[in-house]
């Protein structure tokens, strides 16, 4: 008897905290749909998709959406000719399913204590046909498996993973194997900071005699955060440890090793303007056992006016996703970019080739350019002649000859595919011997007229553009248009003549 009070205590306690969960959990769907509807229409305020249908339905414990999205028709409209009915009727679509569970505690039942407004599960729907597919490959795994983790304050993680599988048709000769992609995109409430890490591993393939490929440690990181003016700032890099191909069968094999390829890309704000900037490196790439390399391109956007540029990328969005044909299209465009693009060219912008260097067997070829517009006005859009002296540019290249002469060889050896009446074809020799003739030839009538300079086998030139003067090795060499003697100059030139006879 004396149990009896301590059971009914209990059992008020666990109706107490049942009822509590259950409230909170309910509270907590609710607030996790207000979310998912902020992170859908992003989607659908994208110009590359249409938004088909969405139905959310919403429970105590959990919820579900789903929701069928289709590549825009403004993206498809270039490629018309492709008839896609002639494709077995093929849709560029996708549904997808997600299946939410409500916190406090979504993840309990797998042992995971998080406090968490909500966890998501995304299912893709795909055809019969690429399912059937996709079972031979990847097995009972999910192709593509995407989690989504919503914090009380929005936060949240997305986890993506495609899972490894070796696949192997033997009577084809064929063998994949593909060692999977982990990837987690960390974003804040309203997708203003975006941190995203993805790794894969590898993937080697081989189709029997006929070749191979072999890509290994591809990985992307960024990491950004939104700007005063509303565009994302920050930086990403893109690297790839080394890619090879062989094709082994055929009258040419062919031999290809890249290694050490990386993309980096940063932008920073500077006051209201945007300075942007994006680097690409190659250590080396082999092409059938003749080394280029290392290889470096850096290029630089700077002094953007940042309001004007994030003006321009909604109405563009917009036009993007309400303009069908790309030639209104385009009409468009231009006519945004006159109405409120016109700051961008008022602020001295200026654009950069930092370095682009490539070395060869031959040597290095470098070339650094500089463009930059100074003191543009509205009025200089009708006179081009006007906005070319607001323009600012200078250039340094240094070739090495050796490089030219390989052009011009492969050049004419290409000629070598023309047969004459007789069957008969020009001498190799001949014609490599013709065609350094013409380079030394030519070479020598632009050292003659100073375009070029060169330092033993190294050529080189230097060209400077200011105030609607171009100077090339600091010889002003003036423009077609700067030839033509002005009508007041005519004329008076005309009437000394006329006194002179007189």
Known sequence: MKQKPLVIALAVVIGVVAATYTGTSWWA??????????????IADLPYFVVKSRVYERGVFSSTERTTIAVAPNLLAPYQMLKLEEMGG??????????????????LASGDFSLLKAAVTTDIAFSADTQALLKKVFGDQRP????????????????????????????????????????????GGDFN????????????????????????????????????????????????????F???????????????????????????????????????????????????????????????????????NKIQREVKDPGEQATQMLALFRKDGLPLL???????????????????????????????????????????????????????????????????RGAIAIDTEEGEQPETEELDNLARNLMESQIRKLLDQKLIRADGDLLSSSAVWKNGRLEVNGTHIPLPWQLAIPPADAALEEETEEAAVE
């Open 90 to 107: 093929a849709k560029l679509e996708l549904t997808y399913t997600q299946t939410i569970k409500h916190g406090p505690l979504p993840l």
């Open 246 to 316: 062989k094709q082994t069968e055929g009258a040419q094999p062919v031999d290809v090793k890249l290694a050490g390829l990386s993309y980096q890309v940063k932008t920073v704000a500077e006051g209201e303007f945007i300075n942007s900037s994006g680097d690409v490196v190659v250590s080396s790439l082999a092409l059938n056992n003749k080394t280029y390399g290392p290889a470096k391109l850096s290029v630089s956007a700077n002094h953007l006016h940042g309001p004007t540029l994030a003006k321009l990328s909604l109405a563009a």
């Open 144 to 187: 593509l498996q995407i989690e989504n983790h919503i914090k009380f304050n929005d936060d949240g993680v997305f986890a993506i993973k495609v899972p490894s599988f070796t696949y192997e048709e033997t009577l084809a000769k064929v063998k994949s194997v593909w060692q999977g992609l982990d990837a987690t995109i960390s974003y």
């Open 193 to 244: 900071k975006i941190d995203i890490v993805a790794v894969a591993p590898g993937l080697h393939f081989e189709a029997g005699p006929k070749g191979t490929l072999d890509i290994k440690d591809l990985r992307f990181e960024s990491h950004n955060t939104r700007g005063k003016a509303g565009l994302m700032l920050g930086e990403g890099k893109l690297s790839l440890a080394s890619a090879t």
């Open 346 to 412: 008022k602020n001295n912008p200026e654009l950069s080739l930092n370095e682009l260097s490539v070395k060869l067997p031959e040597g290095e070829v470098k070339l650094k350019a500089n463009v930059a517009l100074k003191g543009f006005e509205e009025k200089d859009l009708d006179s081009p002649l006007l906005l070319l002296e607001k323009l600012q540019a200078n250039a340094d290249l240094q070739v090495p000859k050796q490089v030219i002469e390989t052009v011009a060889l492969w050049q004419a």
């Open 29 to 42: 769907g609710k607030l996790a749909e207000t979310t998912l509807a902020k992170q859908h229409q992003l």
